[in-house]
């Protein structure tokens, strides 16, 4: 398995232009999970879907965030407008039971200038 | 709920010294524990876990035994490499229903040579 995998790598954008994350979990995984991770804050749960329904976003830390899984195999973060405090490194995690742990993506590094 | 507290970093060694990083637990009754290694510019990695009381978990020269006297978990290696800097997160299981972890905040060890 190619593990989980996340798109793009690095992104860097304005301020006010909108900004989509892309991940695809490991293929069997029912559970997804979208981190944030800075120094100042440290790793965020942001927000978690189980079998493509969102249980838990209380992490979003406001209405510009927003994050949808139309199926098994894809989610999307989506910031729109993006604001240079949303720097951060955004983490795609799955797992099929989380007494088995997660497998996390290798992260896509946000730069809002 | 279920929680962990581990040691603040950063912890500073020279190549091989004896590593221990403290986690200790809250918990629900026994759920399954682990360590996590974040390298410079990646994800995070699970690097063991113990699913079980007493129950050992090792990788890579690493080891932690799940010890529910103590509710502990402690991360320790006898002689640590360059190669093992890296930020280190114990995590558990949350006592709500689904597949969360519970992360705790991370000890950044640096090795130096």
């Known amino acids: 398995d190619a593990g989980v995998i996340q798109s793009p790598r690095h992104e860097v954008t304005e301020m006010g232009q909108e900004v989509t994350l892309r991940c695809k979990p490991i293929?069997?995984?029912?559970?997804l999970f979208w981190y944030r991770q800075t120094m100042m804050r440290g790793l965020e749960l942001l927000i978690y879907?189980?079998?493509?329904?969102?249980?838990?976003d209380s992490g979003m830390p406001e209405d510009r965030f927003s994050a949808k899984m139309p199926n098994a195999s894809f989610s999307t973060l989506k910031i729109q407008p993006s604001e240079p405090r949303d720097s951060a490194v955004y983490f795609c995690?799955?797992?099929?039971?989380?007494?088995?742990?997660?497998?996390f993506g290798s992260g896509t590094r946000l730069t809002v200038v | 709920g279920n929680s962990v507290t581990q040691m603040e970093g950063p912890v500073t060694l020279s190549e091989e010294a004896f590593l221990t990083i403290n986690c200790t637990y809250t918990?629900?009754?026994?759920?399954?524990l682990f360590w996590y290694v974040q390298y410079p510019g990646e994800g995070l990695q699970l690097l063991l876990k113990?699913?079980?009381?007493?129950d050992k978990g090792s990788n890579k020269g690493f080891e932690a035994t799940y010890r529910k006297e103590t509710t502990s978990f402690h991360l320790e290696k006898g002689s640590v490499q360059v190669s093992d800097s890296a930020v280190y997160f114990c995590?558990?299981?949350?006592?709500?229903?689904?597949?969360?972890?519970?992360f705790g905040g991370g000890t950044r060890l640096m090795v130096k040579p």
């Open positions: 995690a799955s797992t099929l039971r989380g007494n088995y742990g997660y497998t």
């Open positions: 293929s069997g995984h029912n559970s």
């Open positions: 879907f189980n079998n493509n329904v969102p249980i838990d």
């Open positions: 918990a629900t009754g026994y759920p399954s």
């Open positions: 113990a699913t079980k009381a007493d």
């Open positions: 995590a558990l299981p949350g006592s709500n229903a689904g597949n969360m972890l519970t």
